[in-house]
């Protein structure tokens, strides 16, 4: 049993391995979502620029307002967003404001318009109130301030970071050149979309089921179709693919069977790490190196291939890219409904499917069979319940850690 690596153990041995790539370029706002960035972003003025309203109101001096009696106030002037006002507000006076507006000279308060009415004389009556300087005024630089880092080079571009550099007049960003990966599947038994099967064949879904998680992970890549057991196939994808991407994915072909080619072949090809991982599904992975890329030998059967994707493949290839954070899944706890087998000595990575409880809290069970090539049970899920090494059998009620998939994305 002690043979076996444990799978943090594991994780940390290859991320320990993977160097974040280099090369930056400058591409234009728009086309830098899904892009990491290579450097910081320094504000080059404060956000917002001046003191703005947060209300349609009225702005005016907090000194002058009474918390035990109403207050008549003089309107010297308006201020609309885009066209400030040049007046600039004394005492017994305020000035008509809206959202966004910038905040008069004078004015340190602005007084929704609901909390206000017209006098007799239209003047504007201040409803009496408890009121403290800068209530509804939005401080100039209170998003950005003019020299902080607004962003981090390593940060992803989401739909925030576009509209945050935007609103710094950022024009073009620097980025990391994307990833390059590469995968392939192998197996005599495997057959591509279109072909006819005989007996004893099976349809590639892996390479499928690779794409999409990659796809979804933002990242193009190059599938290199199905390779044949044999060294010297193998051999030859391998050094070809190393030439021109960052990472090499496969799937089949890494445990120690007699058509299981992935350990020789690489073994040649320099620094290779083996493991059974003490895990469950997905017990052989292989690590190493082929020329400068970084390669993973994943297992074959198709949910060990999902599951080694998502507990080690995400957060190398997160790290590869040149991301900040550790690109691991997130963990909730949540309360079975219904017992799970389970034996002590190794992590499993059971799928299961996660409900909210009117309490704000989650319950989980089992999606039922756990057999590693029954990818139904993927398609069922919305969760991995993961059961840590020591774990044995868990009963009903119990509270275990589970890993949501929605969020897998990006
Ligand atoms: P292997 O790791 O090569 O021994 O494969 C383990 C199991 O996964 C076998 O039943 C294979 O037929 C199956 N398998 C391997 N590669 C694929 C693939 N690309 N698509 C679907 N099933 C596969
Ligand atoms: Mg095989």
């Known amino acids: 049993m002690n043979q076996w690596t444990p799978v943090a153990e594991a994780r940390r041995l290859i991320l320990s391995r993977i160097k974040p790539i280099n090369g930056e370029s400058w591409v234009p706002l ?18 917002p620029g001046h003191d703005n309203s947060a209300m349609d109101g009225f702005a005016c001096r907090a000194a002058d307002l009474s918390a035990e009696k109403d207050t008549a106030l003089r309107v010297v002037g308006d201020s609309f967003a885009g066209h400030p006002c040049t007046q600039s507000v004394d005492s017994g006076q305020c000035v008509k404001i809206m959202t ?8 340190d308060i602005v007084i929704p318009q ?7 004389a239209g003047e504007i009556i201040i409803v009496s109130s408890e009121r403290k300087v800068g209530t509804h005024v939005r401080a100039a630089g209170e998003d950005l301030r003019r020299g902080d880092a607004a962003l981090s080079a390593g940060q992803l571009c989401h739909p925030a970071e576009i509209g945050l550099m935007a609103s710094l007049g950022i024009v073009e960003v620097p980025v990391k050149r994307k990833l390059r990966v590469a995968f392939f599947s192998t197996g005599d038994e495997l057959k591509s979309l279109g072909d006819t099967l005989i007996e004893g064949e099976v349809y590639d879904s892996n390479r499928h ?6 796809q979804q992970l933002g990242i193009k890549a190059t599938d290199l179709g199905v390779v044949a057991d044999e060294a010297a196939a193998l051999a030859e994808t391998l050094d070809a693919a190393a030439a021109h991407h960052d990472v090499i994915i496969t799937s089949g072909g890494a445990s120690v069977g007699e058509a299981d080619f992935i350990r020789p072949v690489l073994a040649e090809r320099g620094e290779v790490l083996f493991w059974k991982v003490a895990m469950r599904p997905g017990r ?7 020329g400068n890329a ?3 030998g994943l297992p074959g059967n198709p949910v060990s291939v999902m599951v080694c994707f998502y507990q080690f493949v995400r957060a190398a290839l997160w790290k590869r890219a040149g991301r900040i954070g550790d690109g691991m899944l997130p963990t909730i706890p949540a309360i079975t ?4 087998k389970k034996a002590p000595g190794r992590t499993e990575f059971q799928r299961g499917i996660m409900s909210p409880k009117q309490d704000g809290n989650w319950t989980v069970r089992s999606t039922g069979d756990q057999g590693s090539g029954i990818l139904s049970s993927m398609t069922q899920a919305n969760c991995f319940i993961v059961l840590e090494d020591s774990r044995g059998a868990v009963t009903t009620g119990e ?3 589970i890993q949501p998939f929605e969020g897998l994305v990006g």
């Open 30 to 47: 728009r086309d830098a979502l899904g892009c990491v960035l290579s450097r910081d972003i320094v504000a080059p003025f404060n956000v």
């Open 100 to 107: 966004g507006a910038q905040i008069p000279i004078g004015a």
């Open 114 to 120: 609901e909390e206000t009415h017209t006098g007799d």
């Open 209 to 214: 089921t690779l794409a999409a998680m990659l």
């Open 284 to 290: 052989p992975l292989a690590y190493g190196k082929v």
């Open 294 to 296: 970084d390669f993973f």
């Open 337 to 340: 409904l219904a017992p799970l």
């Open 399 to 401: 509270t275990v850690q």
